[in-house]
């Protein structure tokens, strides 16, 4: 702040009279205060004339060296929890963005911070215009490597004078998305504004605290406790491989790799050691040997230290001889082979409890009519000299 104090003598009554210009920076603005005192309060006009004189020299100073453009308001809403919004920014009475503690002790599991409004407020002299805007972020945890900067632009929403107002409001962005970890988080934002490069400014104006960019924290006390991003099942001729692959571990002791030939009944074939904490992607594998033909259902038990656990979704996988296709499955009425060229097969069919239902000896004919079979699971068998096909049928 600079003042400049003009003084008048003989002095018997004083009067101020306090005239404020500001001169723009990229992040913020300098008020130059002129302060006239002390005044008599019976000035001649002449006297009166040359004050005037001195007051306006100082504003048409003030326009002279301020020619160029810049950023004098910067502004972003936040929402914790679902809760009202709250401000920062720079300028307009909002507090600062830098050092401020947007949450504390945050569980990954329920809460959401989600910035909503943001926008700059930028000016124009001199041949200098602001032509676009964008704010710049990234999210952090303390410690790691700072990723890439993430772009919003920012829409001009209206104008009055040299001074144009940039903002958006949508989509909202939950800045905890994604984390998997506890720990104190940065929220590191700067915002740019490019401009003609005309009049004596830059080509790019921007707003970043002077250059290390603004920065708020926020802090997650839980996180998600094991979060599995791929889970697949793939046929290694006589083998099911299952594998899986995590990007976060809280409390995990173990995985309990889960087989079903229905889909509903499940049992333990396996147990796999989880990692404890981790907060990296890792990497799973269980072999399964010799599953049965047909379909195979395959499910993830994770289990705690404390015993608590979890299921992963039900993953499956058709197993069959190379050369030998049923079909359809499901069934409702003619069923269809396929690859038995010229053996001598026997069909047996049984229910769940291993009651047979149906058979036929010395199959001859690719198709035959099950129609009479009542709606259910079956299990279907293909006898040769040579081999047994089993497989699982549904009938519709």
Request: overall charge negative.
């Amino acid at each position: 702040m600079i003042f400049v104090r003009i003084r008048k003598k003989n002095v018997k009554y004083f009067t101020n009279l306090i005239s404020v210009c500001y001169f723009y920076t990229k992040d913020s603005f300098t008020p130059i205060v002129f302060i006239l005192e002390p005044f008599i309060n019976h000035l001649k006009p002449l006297e009166m004339r040359k004050s005037l004189i001195i007051v306006f020299y100082f504003l048409i100073l003030r326009f002279t060296v301020s020619a160029g453009g810049g950023i004098y308001e910067t502004y972003m809403s936040f929402s914790l929890n679902g809760g009202g919004e709250f401000y920062h920014g720079t300028g307009g009475g909002n507090p600062s963005l830098q050092g401020s503690v947007l949450g504390i002790n945050l569980d990954l599991n329920t809460a959401t911070l989600v910035m909503k409004l943001r926008g700059i407020n930028s000016w124009n002299d001199g041949g200098c215009e602001v032509t676009s805007a964008n704010m710049n972020y990234r999210v952090y945890k303390n410690g790691d490597p700072a990723p890439s900067f993430t772009s919003l632009p920012l829409n001009l929403n209206g104008s009055s004078g040299n001074n144009k107002f940039w903002n958006v409001n949508s989509p909202d962005i939950n800045l905890l998305a994604g984390l998997t970890s506890i720990g104190t988080y940065n929220f590191e934002v700067y915002f740019d504004a490019p401009t003609n490069a005309s009049g004596g400014c830059d080509p790019v104006l921007y707003a970043n605290n002077g250059g290390p960019n603004y920065i708020g924290t926020f802090s997650v006390s839980t996180a998600l406790p094991v979060k599995i991003n791929s889970f697949i099942v793939k046929n290694k001729k006589e083998e099911n491989l299952i594998s899986w692959t995590t990007s976060s571990e809280i409390n995990n002791n173990y995985f309990e790799v889960q087989y079903s030939e229905d889909g509903k009944t499940f049992q333990s074939i396996g147990k796999v050691e989880g990692s404890g904490n981790s907060s990296r992607m890792t990497q799973y594998e269980f072999m399964h040997e010799n599953p049965d033909e047909g379909t195979s259902y395959y499910r993830l038990k994770q289990v705690d230290f404390d015993g608590k656990f979890e299921y992963s979704p039900v993953k499956s996988i058709y197993v069959s001889e190379a050369d030998v296709r049923i079909f359809p499955n499901p069934v409702t009425d003619m069923l269809h082979f396929s690859g038995l060229d010229d053996e001598a097969v026997d069909l047996i069919i049984k229910d769940m409890t291993g009651k047979e239902v149906y058979s036929v000896k010395e199959l001859s004919a690719p198709s035959f009519d099950i129609s009479e079979l009542k709606n259910g699971m079956y299990i279907i068998y293909l006898i040769s000299p040579h081999r047994t096909i089993r497989e699982r049928l549904l009938k519709q």
